[in-house]
């Protein structure tokens, strides 16, 4: 069993149930519209199954072997209590893949840096194409630093997360920084 928690569109989880066919993968994902938009892109997957809830109100008759949580824990509300609610998803020795937004997003150099690797690999006239394709994901950026501004969404060091995932009962196996230093990305074991 996988969860794909604040799982949005179902990137991730698309990965998970093409690589994974033999597994079960649960998207949780509070967002009516997302999950719509999730259903759609992942309905050739027949191992997929669907939660239109937020994490706190997920049901869980099996536990996981794995849960991928990408860029939600941050929006959630109290994302303390929700790592405790990840743990509890997770059977002893399972893995949590978590990459979070921790610090305030500086939107100009997130565009500026993916412009100038965008033009690398499709030229100018391409680049232009699709920063015009991605404007709605430009405003959400603008939104969600906003967010973080105001206190709406949840800010972390490197040290603070890792001390967050510690105490809901998880051993860090691997911590990086990515996304230009924005995010973290830890990759945890459930301890008993």
């Given amino acids: 069993m996988i969860y794909d928690v604040g799982g949005g569109t179902g990137n991730y989880t698309e990965i998970a149930a093409r690589l994974c066919a033999d597994s079960t993968i649960c998207l949780v994902e509070p967002d009516p519209g997302m999950m719509r938009a999730a259903k759609a892109k ?9 939660q239109n809830v937020g994490l706190e109100s997920a049901k869980v008759p099996d536990r996981a072997d794995l849960v991928i949580s ?6 959630m509300p109290e994302p303390e209590h929700r790592l405790a609610d990840i743990r509890r998803m997770l059977r002893p020795g399972g893995i949590l893949y978590l990459i979070d937004l921790g610090r305030p997003m500086d939107v100009r150099d997130w565009r500026n840096f993916l412009f100038s690797s965008i033009r690398k690999e499709h030229g100018l006239l ?11 994901i430009a405003r959400q950026n603008k939104a969600i630093f906003k967010a973080q501004q105001d206190g709406t969404y949840w800010t972390h060091t490197a040290a603070k997360i890792a001390s967050a995932v510690t105490a809901a009962g998880f051993e860090i196996i691997d911590q990086r920084s990515v996304y230009r230093g924005y995010s973290d990305l830890l990759v945890c074991r459930a301890t008993p």
């Fill in 42 to 50: 992942l309905s050739a997957h027949k191992n997929v199954t669907y």
């Fill in 126 to 136: 391409g680049t232009l194409r699709i920063f015009w394709q991605g404007r709605q």
């Fill in 70 to 75: 990408v860029h939600s824990l941050y929006a």
